[in-house]
């Protein structure tokens, strides 16, 4: 009977206590990497967007320098310029994209130093080891990767660097890997006013706008090839809010019918929605480092708080306050999405995990919940069944996370006297 209970309790210390991520993590990106092999070497590769994105380059390199003329065979370029950039180096690589294996390998590699950022940010906040497992278990996110090669890929990757950087405190650094991102794929903006929230507490108001400056003057600076020939061409085309979207390829609001789907009020009430969840978010969880109110914040910028009191706010924005508000950014903003295509996953799977703990749901319930969404985003194509899981799921993540980080930053606050005006901090 002993020894049951000692074998009990070190199985539960095993699952539960953060020091064994220092063996496991290692371990599980090993046997990660065994399985991305075996998957390039096994399973055949899905031609999807790839030889677009490879027409689309060739467009480029023969000289073409408006956006708004480059086309593939599924469509127009709708990416900024990193994107182009990016598989510009494929195209190079695979001759064209003639030569698919190369950039295969290429994508596992990515893959897995992708992985080993986001178990770096997971370590950074103490997870449990029970969590990460679940990182290397998608069977979609592998797909996503080295099966399909999309540019979600390199998005999703900028992303966790992004948020590994903020943990570290390495602000600039990781403004300039958030921006890529966003020069990637637009699809990032859904995480902004997470990163805002963090940079805008993580130091001082005019260093904070001096860092979203630079995530501009990178956009910037991505774009000058094509900016002189037909710059209104290539900001409609890259980042191009008032895309249509096509009712078959939709993964998450297929339930509500074609017509609902395609008409107008619906866009309105999602962007409604993701709008009000924001505010929710920012008036009761996003300014927990500061304890001010949000006027209080943007007042900062014409009237500074005491050094000591910015200092004291910086010290609050931890790791975990990093991850949680950009990462349930990002999950409010998928949860409103009008449309999610598969490869949207890239970014969600790695995120749920985490927003899962967060929600302070039973182990058990999280690998529930997180199979049930791996489930859904498997089905292809997509129905009225799988589409009301992955509204679930994310939902269940977004309300989740909202309620189990109510107490996160709490305690009595005390105010900080400057002039004739109070702020709070604890």
């Known amino acids: 009977m002993e020894r049951t209970q000692a074998l009990y309790h070190s199985a539960i210390d095993l699952a539960t206590n953060p020091k064994h991520t220092r063996w496991l993590c290692p371990l599980l990106l090993v046997t990660d990497a065994v399985l991305c092999a075996l998957i390039i070497w096994k399973v055949p590769y899905t031609e999807i967007d790839y030889s677009t994105y490879m027409v689309q380059v060739s467009q480029y390199l023969a000289g073409e320098r408006d956006y708004t003329l480059i086309e593939g065979p599924t469509g127009p370029l709708v990416y900024p310029a990193a994107h182009l950039y990016i598989y510009s180096a494929l195209s190079w690589l695979t001759t064209g994209g003639r030569d698919i294996w190369p ?4 994508f596992g590699g990515v893959y897995l130093g992708v992985l080993a950022v986001v178990m770096g940010c997971y370590a950074g906040v103490e997870a449990p080891p029970y969590l990460f497992p679940l990182l290397i278990l998608s069977k979609r996110l592998h797909s996503l990767f080295v099966l399909r090669l999309f540019n979600d890929c390199f998005a999703a990757g900028a992303l966790f660097i992004a948020i590994y950087a903020y ?5 600039t650094l990781g403004s300039i890997a958030f921006s890529l991102g966003v020069g990637v794929k637009m699809s990032l903006l859904l995480a902004l006013p997470g990163v805002v929230m963090v940079l805008g507490q993580g130091m001082e108001v005019n260093r904070a706008l001096r860092n979203l400056a630079i995530m501009a003057q990178i956009q910037a600076l991505l774009a000058v090839p094509f900016l002189p020939v037909n710059a209104r061409g290539y900001i409609s085309r890259a ?6 979207f096509l009712f078959k390829w939709t993964v998450n609001w297929r339930f509500v019918g074609e017509d609902t789907f395609l008409s107008s009020s619906f866009a309105q009430a999602l962007a409604f929605a993701n709008l009000g969840l924001l505010a929710i978010f920012v008036l009761t969880r996003w300014t927990g480092p500061s304890g001010l109110s949000v006027p209080d914040l943007l007042r900062r910028v014409y009237r500074p708080l005491p050094a000591r009191v910015e200092q004291q706010i910086s010290l609050r924005v931890t790791p975990d306050f990093v991850m949680t508000t950009i990462l349930s950014s990002l999950a409010i903003g998928m949860l409103c999405a009008r449309s999610l295509h598969y490869q949207f996953y890239a970014y969600i799977a790695w995120a749920t995990p985490f927003l899962l703990w967060k929600s302070g749901l039973h182990p058990g319930l999280i690998y529930l919940v997180w199979a049930a969404q791996e ?3 498997n089905v292809y194509p997509s129905t009225d069944t799988s589409s009301k899981v992955v509204i679930g799921c994310l939902a269940v ?7 189990g980080t109510r107490n996160d930053l709490g305690g009595e606050k005390r105010p900080v006297k400057k002039g004739d005006e109070h702020t709070h901090i604890d």
């Open 103 to 106: 950039a295969q390998w290429v």
């Open 167 to 171: 943990q570290k405190r390495m602000w």
């Open 239 to 244: 980042f191009e809010f008032t895309r249509r």
């Open 375 to 377: 489930w859904a985003w």
């Open 397 to 403: 993540q977004v309300i989740g996370t909202w309620w």
